[in-house]
């Protein structure tokens, strides 16, 4: 998936499969977010320990059949600020 200009709210809930998001833009001062049902990560804490670097992409995975894989994004650029539970 691919967001438009500007800042974009990327939003999972229930199965969400495997997905890719291909312009995620991280960082405190970025104004793209990762939101995950509360029913799948129970806080940003576990969002950010579930995440792992793959090449030049971090994957997030909840499970063998769900994940989020942020194409060109790096760990060290991940913070808090990225992700929201609902």
């Known amino acids: 998936?691919?967001?438009?200009?500007?800042?974009?709210n990327?939003?999972?809930?229930?199965?969400f499969g495997h997905d890719v998001i291909e312009d995620f833009i991280?960082?405190?001062s970025a104004t793209d977010i990762v939101m995950f049902d509360h029913a799948a990560f129970a806080a940003v804490a576990d969002v950010?320990?579930?995440?792992?670097?793959?090449n030049s992409d971090v994957l997030?995975?909840?499970?063998t059949?769900?994940?989020v894989l942020l194409r060109n994004?790096?760990?060290a650029?991940?913070?808090s600020d990225d992700f929201l539970i609902v």
């Open 1 to 8: 998936m691919t967001g438009g200009s500007g800042g974009d």
């Open 10 to 15: 990327f939003v999972f809930a229930g199965a």
């Open 26 to 28: 991280a960082g405190a």
């Open 48 to 54: 950010l320990a579930a995440a792992s670097q793959v």
């Open 60 to 63: 997030i995975t909840r499970s």
């Open 65 to 67: 059949s769900e994940t």
């Open 73 to 75: 994004v790096t760990l």
């Open 77 to 79: 650029q991940l913070t």
